[in-house]
């Protein structure tokens, strides 16, 4: 089964703080893995992917195919992070679809 | 460009009744995509639209149906709405199908669909 999976609905940080979202899939195949977020009021939007291996923001990702993990990070946390965060895969088996994992809720307070 | 553009931005219902959302994509994209968002939830993948060909479903019932039309804008149709129905549905476009790297999905807004 096609599945993503994000194990904290809600994490708080204070400002400065080094941050971790966590995610897991679960794909048959090699499967393309997407982070998205949605900051208050605004639309859903493209954060970062792993084919193009760039740092959006701070904020990097390591695919790693031995733990179907896929993990967001960023050594120092601002304020202007806080948003919720979508774990995505896609694959040829899913066509180009996208499925997401639940969302994480990142706070960063001062 | 003001983007992916979805109309309406609410819509209030009863039971039973039917529904149509609408979705320009941005110019120049030829795919679209639709996503259901449950409160709480993320984005559940509906239909896939491509050149106005239907390239993907995702596991919803038969009520659900969509189309693409030649100017490559997008229906959402949902028949004898149930309460459960009751969602964010979410339209995305992409220059075309694949996972390169140039072919983000864009999202729009958003319809927010009450069921009463």
């Known amino acids: 089964a096609q599945r993503v999976t994000q194990p904290e609905k809600l994490l708080s940080v204070f400002k400065g703080a080094p941050v971790e979202l966590k995610c897991n899939y679960s794909?048959?195949?090699?499967?393309?893995l997407f982070w998205y977020v949605q900051y208050s009021r605004q639309r859903l939007q493209l954060l970062l992917r792993?084919?193009s291996r760039e740092s959006i923001k701070g904020f990097t990702a390591d695919l790693n195919k031995g733990e179907t993990s896929f993990h967001l990070k960023k050594p120092f946390a601002q304020e202007e992070d806080s948003a919720m965060y979508y774990c995505a895969l896609s694959g040829h088996q899913a066509g180009t679809a996208l499925i997401f994992g639940k969302g994480t809720t990142l706070s960063v307070s001062s | 460009d003001a983007g992916v553009t979805q109309s309406p931005t609410h819509l209030i219902k009863t039971r039973g009744q039917h529904v149509t959302l609408r979705c320009s994509p941005i110019s120049g994209h030829k795919s679209v995509s639709w996503y259901q968002q449950v409160l709480g939830q993320g984005p559940q993948f509906i239909f896939q639209?491509?050149?106005?060909?239907?390239?993907g479903r995702g596991n919803f019932p038969d009520r659900f149906s969509a189309r693409q039309f030649p100017n490559y804008s997008s229906e959402l149709n949902v028949n004898a709405l149930l309460l459960g129905d009751s969602a964010l549905y979410l339209c995305a476009s992409s220059l075309a199908l694949g996972l390169a790297v140039y072919n983000e999905q864009f999202f729009g807004p958003g319809t927010r669909l009450t069921v009463l």
């Open positions: 792993h084919i």
């Open positions: 639209y491509y050149e106005k060909e239907e390239r």
């Open positions: 794909y048959s195949g090699s499967p393309e």
